[in-house]
């Protein structure tokens, strides 16, 4: 009988540790995979200041303004939107070297690739992620379980350092609190 994956990140605690290593702001593309973690930043007080935005192209040029403006944010959205903002995030993120941390939650994975490598996935949404960020230079975290947050502050600091976007790819669905 095969076990169970440990429990996924609880979104407040994703929201704390955004919150720690000193993000401000959120840029929002509503991503099923991370769904408790946006109510968590909408309930947080005001810890972070979320901007919805209509797609992951618009979510890039207003994390962009924000750096640009003094802000930290994060930009989140799940995988098939990160393949649709390429070309923003080549020509703000790595043209103009602007640190964006990028929180891309990996929509239609299967429940028997948890643990597993997200590479062998069946669908190709999944299974290109990495390959797609490895292509672009673009470093990239996992994030799947609460032993996986420190992730966030390694690619916060990673994508600083750099100058040049990072990745953390939420593996798994992150659970209400």
Not at 96 to 101: M, N, V
Not at 154 to 161: F, K, S, V
Request: aromatic content about 6%; hydrophobic content about 40%; glycine content about 10%.
């Amino acid at each position: 009988m095969p076990s169970s994956p440990p429990p996924a990140v609880k979104g407040s605690a994703i929201a704390h540790a955004l919150a720690d290593c000193g993000i401000d702001s959120a840029t929002v593309v509503p991503d099923f995979v991370q769904i408790a973690t946006h109510q968590c930043l909408d309930a947080n007080g005001g810890r972070l200041r979320v901007t919805y935005c209509a797609n992951e192209n618009q979510a890039i040029h207003v994390a962009t303004g924000l750096y640009i403006g003094g802000r930290r944010p994060v930009v989140m959205m799940q995988n098939q939107g990160l393949y649709n903002c390429v070309n923003s995030l080549r020509a703000c993120g790595l043209d103009a070297g602007i640190p964006l941390l990028l929180m891309v939650g990996q929509f239609g994975r299967e429940f028997s690739n948890y643990g597993q490598d997200m590479r062998a996935s069946r669908r190709h949404m999944v299974s290109l992620l990495e390959p797609v960020l490895d292509a672009l230079g673009i470093a990239c975290w996992r994030l799947e379980t609460a032993q996986d947050l420190g992730a966030i502050a390694a690619a916060h600091a990673h994508a600083e350092q750099q100058r040049s976007p990072a990745a953390i790819i939420v593996g798994r669905h992150t659970e209400w609190d």
